[in-house]
């Protein structure tokens, strides 16, 4: 099986193309590969094939094996390989994810994503983790993020993300489990965020947890409507568009390697 292995600010998934191939039991690939030991080593596995709805057709699967509905720099490193390897010959490409069809344009040295309307569940409710009140806002792009304000005093690299980030996912609010950002405000125009993504745990970068932190951060007046969200990845542009209630993400994706893996690869040195 051949396959790619991308990352957009340290956000890196394996990128599996179905167009010359097949993939049989992807959850069990994204098991075997994403680990970061015994395999590629990667925050996930992506599909990458033919659409009946849309240029191109995107799967995303988290390294314990569940199937996601979305994720924001997959989207944009799917639209630089599908043009890069020409499966879709223009910069301008529409993509069907199980969150709907998303829009998505390169331009030089970066990509942009239109994600559309965020589907806000509740804004700014109180929730309690480990004791701590959180300042919550809860919404969905066909996936489920939640976002939690942390004061602009703290050190949110010192913050145990470790602690917090699962005790939300699966927080009673979420029978699904949720994608979770902690993020905090520089100013107006500049966010910073540490992402705990759903099936995963802490990531270099969210960018559709930056486009929920952007959407909150303007319901509550914490900054405009378009920012900067600085991650230990790196930084990403996001804006609303709220006369078109369009939310779209303008940041960098890159090819690490391409490689090929024995379709009987195993990697166990024993059985039971």
């Not at 790619?4 to 890196?12: E, H, L, P, T, W």
């Not at 849309?54 to 979305?70: I, L, S």
């Not at 905090?184 to 559709?208: F, N, P, S, Y």
Request: glycine residues 10%; aromatic residues 8%.
């Amino acid at each position: 099986m051949k396959f790619v292995k991308m990352q957009a600010m340290g956000n890196c998934y394996i990128y599996v193309e179905q167009f010359t191939q097949t993939t049989a039991d992807p959850s069990r690939w994204a098991k075997v590969l994403s680990n970061r030991e015994t395999g590629v080593g990667s925050d996930g596995l992506i599909l990458l094939g033919p659409s009946g709805r849309a240029d191109v057709k995107m799967r995303v699967f988290n390294p314990d094996g569940t199937e996601a509905e979305m994720c924001g720099n997959a989207l944009r490193s799917v639209g630089l390989l599908a043009y890069t390897d020409g499966y879709v010959g223009k910069t301008g490409m529409t993509v069907e994810t199980l969150g709907g069809i998303k829009r998505v344009r390169l331009h030089d040295n970066t990509i942009t994503a239109s994600i559309g309307p965020p589907d806000v569940r509740f804004a700014e409710e109180p929730v309690t983790l480990r004791g701590r009140s959180f300042p919550v806002t809860a919404m969905s792009w066909g996936n489920p993020h939640a976002v939690c304000w942390l004061p602009s005093t703290e050190d949110l690299y010192a913050f145990p993300l470790h602690e917090y980030g699962p005790e939300l996912e699966r927080h009673k609010l979420f029978p699904n489990r949720t994608n979770t950002e902690f993020a905090q405000v520089i100013d107006e125009k500049t966010l910073m965020m540490r992402a705990w993504e759903r099936g995963t745990g802490e990531t270099w970068a969210c960018a559709t947890g930056c486009c929920t932190a952007l959407v909150s951060g303007v319901l509550t007046g914490r900054c405009e409507d378009a920012v900067e969200v600085r991650q230990p990845g790196g930084s990403i542009a996001v804006k609303w568009d709220r006369i078109h209630n369009d939310v779209s993400m303008t940041g960098p994706s890159k090819i690490v390697f391409r490689g090929e893996v024995s379709d009987g690869y195993e990697p166990a040195f024993y059985t039971d």
